[in-house]
């Protein structure tokens, strides 16, 4: 089965529904999600969207805030535009429905968060991506030239390979003619042949046990890129949030926003000390590398399951008014957040890294953009500012679209694309190894390569990846395609990117953090602790 469209969307999050509007303008769009379109990470966002709205604040402190927690590893020409296009692109969030809280004066009510020196974070409560998902989903919904494919999973990439060419990362002429993908409600897989394609998959948090993020993060779009010969980089960077709530066995870990400590809660550990004075003059509202860090350095010292966010001493009504959704979600577990302190622990949240784009989101595959968490722009260098990635995904996407509506009459369709061959496969006998082998990427991934690494530990984490790579290659040459096989694969290509890249680095620098190489990372007081 074959389907041609101008431009195929892989994902149905902020980025990849900004993009489709704006090039359902140009052309017919056919958009894939492998869910329901509105599970994405994107519905989960809570703080909200970075943006300079109004004096005091200025493009050049959120500049200057943004190569900060990058510790000076962002392209900084990218940085500069990013945050000067960003109030126009907020502008038409606002314009397309986006309703983000304002103060009775009628100005937008900002918030602030780790690393931020001003107050510029937009939101909606805290809420804020499910808000932005909401409305775009029903733009889309109702757009006459977007045909939307729920439960379609995107499996690979087509490019000059499929005509039995030899690809290779050096080939400078590498180009996408669409990509296979997966009904994953009748298992037929479509061929569709697109002018343009682009991924907007998302992250990759479902490589850990705990993580912010919903099952659908499993790095597809950044595998399917990999496998295709495009470059990937930076995939050592990867953010743990610092509080998420303590729930085990919970999935996804809940998060507790960033802006509850710009609201002026603060993290203590279980005898009731400030720790994040010793460890960072900016305490609780340092940037997140540095305080997750300090929470892993304080429970792996102390032998505690995790540390307390404490809110009791804040005015109560307006902490209610501003943070319904947490405090229903801990009444739910039976802490009243105006009279107890909320147990939290650090999840593993963004990846920094991922596709390598141009500055109009277009990979080392001609014809293929990757715009949002997927993609590495070289905004966010060693360590993301809370809240600019929701602005990167909509500056990008918007620039994504600008630049591949200009040349989508000049692309010809690649008509003598092979359809996907299903030859020798047939059903795996038993789904229990996938489930097992996805189970213990996650355990090595947690165990050797979370915030703290060190050579040791990636050795040995690649030495294990390798033996589930090799069992789950076998199994996928001789089984039928299913979503849950497919990204149980594309995590342990990811895995494999992050384990090699941290291996490389030979530093301490924002999220990649070793005991081997301390240098100007180290946390003041503290040793690097092994578990
Ligand atoms: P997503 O929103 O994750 O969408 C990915 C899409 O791709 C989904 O539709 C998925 O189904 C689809 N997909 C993936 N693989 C395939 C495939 N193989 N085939 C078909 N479809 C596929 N950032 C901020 O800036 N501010 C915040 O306040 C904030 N809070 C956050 C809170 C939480 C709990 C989390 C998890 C993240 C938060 N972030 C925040 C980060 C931000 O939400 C994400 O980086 C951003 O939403 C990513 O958007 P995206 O469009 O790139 O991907
Ligand atoms: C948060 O609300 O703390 C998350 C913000 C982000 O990840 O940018």
Redesign the pocket.
Known sequence: MVKNTDFLV???????LSFALKAAEKGRVCL????S?D????K???????SVMYEPDSFEKHIKDTLIAGRGFSDEDVVRMVVSESPDRINELVSMGVVFDRNSDGKYDLAREGGHTEHRILHHKDN??EIIQETLSDKVRNHPNIDIYEH???VDLITQHHFGEEVNRRREDIRCYGAYVLDTESNKVFTVLSKITVL????I?NLYQTT??PV???G??IAMVYRAKGIIENMEFIQFHPTSLYAPGERPSF?I?EALRGFGAVLKNNDGEQFMDRYDERGSLAPRDVVARAIDTEMKTRGDDYVLLDCTHLNKNELLEHFPNIARKCSSMDIDITKDPIPVVPAA??LCGGVKVDTYGESTIHNLYT????SSTGLHGANRL??????E?VVYAHRAALSSSERINDIEFQPSVPEWNTKGTSHPEEMVLVTQNYKEVQMILSNYVGIVRSDLRLARALRRLEIIYRETEELYKKSFLSRRLCELRNLINVGYLVIKMASERHESLGLHYTIDYPGKDELPGKEGVEF
């Open positions: 892989v994902g149905s999050g902020i980025a990849g894939a999600s492998k869910v379109i599970e994405t990470n994107t989960y966002a809570q703080g909200g969207i970075a804020t991506g379609h999973f995107a907007a998959t998302g992250g948090g912010t993020n659908i993060a499993t597809d779009g998060l926003t949240h963004y715009v949002g968490e997927a809370a809240s600019n990635s929701l602005m995904a």
